[in-house]
């Protein structure tokens, strides 16, 4: 069971550069969402989506874009990158939205650093 | 402002002994609250959850307790375990919503 699957795990960036973070679902969840854990603030929402063809922002979406083409994919793109980017990104799929009565999984995250 | 805090940022609790984490909310709308475990370079993991219509929900070890009146929900754990030393995040979300919102996070420690 891959579950919900990031890459880079790692990631280094210079300012002004620019990348995608991946993830991929296998679970065939509908609801996808990004995430930035920073210290003492918690997860905060970055960007999320509904199903293949429908994004939205969420709480911190600036600097940061996403697309949802397919069901299992739904990539963050850094535009260019700033060093207030730098945290730890977790992705997370679930069956239903965020007030529903089902569980979010969450990928492994993944560690960006920006010089 | 954060819409959903957990003052502690850490504790330390005797293996055996009842662990009680804590978890305050000011928006109103909030109506359902989850609790979710993370381990060092892990994703969260869900924990446990409870609706605004309810005041209490147990899943063995674990108890979530909400109090609507003071905006205030708490996790207790008993007996605690090693294997429960984590971070622990609240979160909540409003119907019509499709946004968690997440306090700060506690960190605890089970000594053996």
């Known amino acids: 069971n891959a579950g919900v699957t990031q890459t880079p795990k790692f990631q280094v960036l210079k300012t002004g550069q620019s990348m995608t973070l991946q993830c991929a679902q296998d679970?065939?969840?509908?609801?996808m969402s990004w995430y930035r854990q920073d210290p003492g603030m918690g997860l905060r929402l970055i960007h999320y989506s509904v199903g293949a063809g429908i994004t939205d922002q969420g709480e911190v979406p600036n600097g940061y874009n996403v697309s949802r083409s397919t069901t299992e994919d739904f990539p963050l793109r850094l535009l260019s990158a700033a060093p207030s980017q730098t945290s730890v990104y977790f992705c997370a799929s679930s069956y239903g939205p965020a007030w529903s009565d089902t569980e979010a999984f969450f990928g492994q995250g993944t560690r960006l650093t920006v010089v | 402002d954060q819409q959903v805090k957990q003052n502690s940022p850490s504790l330390s609790v005797q293996e055996g002994r009842i662990s009680i984490l804590n978890c305050d909310y000011t928006?109103?709308?909030?109506?359902?609250f989850l609790w979710y475990k993370k381990y060092p370079a892990e994703g969260p993991t869900f924990l446990i959850s409870i609706s605004s219509i309810k005041d209490k929900n147990e899943d063995g070890r674990f108890t979530v307790f909400l109090n609507k009146s003071a905006k205030h929900l708490s996790l207790h754990i008993v007996p605690s375990q090693p294997g429960d030393s984590a971070v622990y995040f609240c979160?909540?979300?409003?119907?019509?919503?499709?946004?968690?919102?997440f306090g700060g996070g506690t960190r605890l420690m089970v000594k053996p």
């Open positions: 928006n109103s709308m909030f109506d359902y």
């Open positions: 979160a909540a979300s409003a119907n019509a919503g499709n946004m968690l919102t």
């Open positions: 679970m065939n969840h509908e609801y």
